[in-house]
């Protein structure tokens, strides 16, 4: 994606969105954003990533490419998740 498809994210201010495991297929420029439902979603480089996102928070992850690791799960409102204690 490059920046002039910047104005299409305008309806998404505000969505928090995960950085996926990279493909070795796409190289590590290729940045895959997974939704809030666990859906990879759409693809960014870094420097989109860096001047249309604001990082609030990095992980601690090896993998790169996720092997043997989890599929990433959906996110859990903490709304619902305090009813489920």
């Known amino acids: 994606m490059n920046p002039a ?3 299409r994210w305008k309806h998404s201010l505000g969505t928090i969105y995960r950085v996926g495991y990279y493909s070795r297929r796409d190289g590590l420029d290729c940045i895959w954003l997974v939704n809030e439902a666990g859906e990879y979603q759409e693809t960014v480089d870094h420097d989109y990533l860096s001047k249309y996102f604001d990082v609030i928070q990095t992980s601690e992850e090896k993998s790169l490419y ?3 690791r989890p ?3 959906p996110v859990i409102a903490a709304r619902k998740r305090r009813r489920s204690r």
């Open 5 to 7: 498809g910047a104005p």
């Open 66 to 68: 996720g092997a043997k």
């Open 71 to 73: 599929q990433i799960d």
